[in-house]
């Protein structure tokens, strides 16, 4: 009996779904043309990790920071031979994967009155245009994501990039905060939708943008500094609330700066980078770096270098950062503490940004395991920040913090700290941006598409 009603329900339901959808007969069952917002934004946050915090753009710009070395001839991407299809990955990474999909979600979760999915959204969004920018200069933004209305948007300048950032980072904190519409779960793989820490998030990168412009033209640093520490003061407080990326580790699921250093890849530590932490007796050496494997020393490569040399023989990341289940760091508490001692630099004075410079050094040996004991004696062979030396060594603890982070490249630029000499057999000066992907260069040809990688981009003065 139960048979021959289903039998009924499902002929009645065949036919009176009309004649239309039986000749329909181009629509693809397997083709999803909608999907809830769930299903958007996990692919878009492993994409941001895998592909965008740790991916092409950001292993070249740790070349030129001289922190990973090739054991290839030179020239190479140590030395700065780049070309535009080098990077077209980081274009797709970023629009197509990044940006389309998050302005999708923003869309939906906006007309479904589900704002912490939008909240979550723009900010992504704000980050992702973030890196674009600063990467590129002038970029597309506010012509983009038009699909077939508009296959040629026109290119954004960086000031109005900025702006649109900030906007963005805003309208994201006020979706959080009415509170509304849909539960974010377990698709959230950066913060299993705690709202909360978005805003924190929210508001840290608010300070990092704010800081980017402190040489920008028509900007004052100290106006800027003003901003980032009034942002600041509703960031992150510690360092659970870190932007981060687990990996579940087995295969086809690795982190992927493990998978970037590979035994098989030809991608290694710089001397540059671990003769640092021997140089300084820097306690987190063991946790942040591993021995040789044939050696059982801490050995970088020499960047340009002529000869070839054994593998085995040089540095990796530690498992801390590269082991197939380290998380990506995306943006830390400990970034926030240092954004804020450059901010109370340039403010007040180098007494006033020393416990802060202090507090963001020890915040990132505490994520690491490093002792209290071992942090005091670390900070005090550092010697005291003066008027002299206090920016140099806000930043080259910055980047230490920010180990093989994109941001670097950004803090070096608007910095000069650390201090980097061109290599070895070098092409050029050390490059300050990317040159546009040769994808774009075809499909939307545009006149700044001519830019060199030793040119600056607006905020870089």
Not at 354 to 377: C, F, W
């Amino acid at each position: 009996m139960k048979n021959i009603i289903v039998c009924i329900i499902t002929v009645s339901l065949f036919f009176n779904s009309g004649c239309k959808k039986f000749i329909d007969v181009n629509d693809d069952p397997n083709s999803l043309l909608d999907v809830q917002e769930a299903l958007i934004l996990s692919p878009v946050e492993l994409d941001i990790s895998s592909n965008i915090a740790a991916g092409n753009a950001s292993v070249i710009v740790n070349h030129w920071m001289q922190n990973v070395a090739l054991n290839q001839p030179v020239p190479n991407s140590g030395t700065y031979l780049q070309n535009n299809v080098d990077f077209d990955a980081d274009w797709t990474n970023i629009y197509v994967t990044g940006l389309n999909n998050l302005n999708n979600l923003k869309k939906k979760a906006e007309a479904n009155g589900n704002f912490k999915y939008s909240g979550i959204a723009k900010i992504l969004i704000s980050y992702c245009l973030g890196v674009a920018t600063d990467l590129w200069g002038d970029v597309p933004f506010s012509t983009a994501f038009q699909g077939s209305a508009n296959f040629l948007p026109s290119y954004d300048k960086q000031e109005d990039i900025y702006k649109s950032i900030q906007a963005s980072l805003d309208a994201g904190i006020a979706d959080i905060n009415k509170g509304t519409g849909k539960a974010v779960g377990g698709d959230d793989y950066f913060y299993n939708g705690d709202m909360d820490k978005w805003k924190k998030l929210a508001y840290t990168l608010k300070a990092r943008y704010y800081m980017h412009l402190t040489k920008a033209p028509g900007y004052t640093a100290a106006a800027q500094a003003d901003l980032a520490l009034a942002a600041l003061q509703n960031g992150m407080q510690s360092n659970a609330d870190d932007l981060r990326f687990s990996y579940p580790g087995d295969a086809g699921h690795e982190n992927f700066l493990y998978l970037t250093f590979l035994p098989v890849s030809t991608l290694v530590l710089s001397e540059h980078l671990v003769d640092g932490f021997k140089t300084r007796n820097d306690p987190r050496l063991s946790k942040m770096i591993a021995p040789a494997s044939s050696t059982g020393l801490y050995t970088g490569r020499p960047i340009g270098a002529v000869d070839l040399g054994d593998l085995d023989a040089y540095s990796l990341p530690g498992d801390f950062y590269g082991s197939p289940t380290s998380p990506i760091y995306i943006v830390t508490y400990a970034e926030a503490l240092f954004i804020k001692a450059e901010a109370t630099l340039i403010k007040s004075n180098a007494a006033a940004a020393q416990p802060i410079y202090e507090d963001a050094v020890r915040a990132h040996m505490k994520l690491l395991g490093v002792s209290t004991t071992e942090a005091n004696t670390y900070l005090a062979s550092r010697g005291v920040l003066t008027a002299a030396n206090a920016l140099q060594l806000i930043m080259e603890e910055k980047s230490i913090a920010n180990f093989l982070s994109l941001e670097n490249f950004n803090d070096w630029r608007r910095t000069g700290f650390p201090v980097l000499t061109k290599v070895p057999h070098a092409l050029s000066e050390i490059p300050r941006r990317i040159i546009y992907s040769q994808s774009e260069l075809i499909a939307n040809p545009q006149a700044l598409h001519t830019a060199k990688l030793t040119d600056r981009v607006w905020w870089d003065k």
